[in-house]
């Protein structure tokens, strides 16, 4: 049930965060970009003492670590 979680919290996140900046792509790309965000959110957000809890939190600190790699991914590739 984890492993169902943890994708459903991260197609949500990629989601949100291809809304926020603008981005199109496929539902499970919007997956992987959420997951990866998870992970960038939870070390950014963690060198400056934030966390998130629950639910709720994860998508935040997912939907903000997506967004930075989607802002790293069009600096890169533009």
């Known amino acids: 049930m984890g492993f169902i979680l943890t994708l459903l919290v991260g197609g949500i996140a990629g989601w949100l965060a291809g809304k926020l900046m603008g ?5 499970w790309m919007n997956i992987i970009i959420g997951l990866i ?5 939870s070390v950014v957000l963690g060198l400056i ?24 991914a069009r600096k890169i590739f533009k």
């Open 37 to 41: 965000g998870g992970v960038i959110g």
């Open 23 to 27: 981005s199109t792509q496929a539902w």
């Open 49 to 72: 003492g934030i966390s998130g809890s629950g639910i709720i939190g994860g998508i935040i600190v997912s939907v903000v670590g997506a967004c930075i790699l989607i802002w790293i």
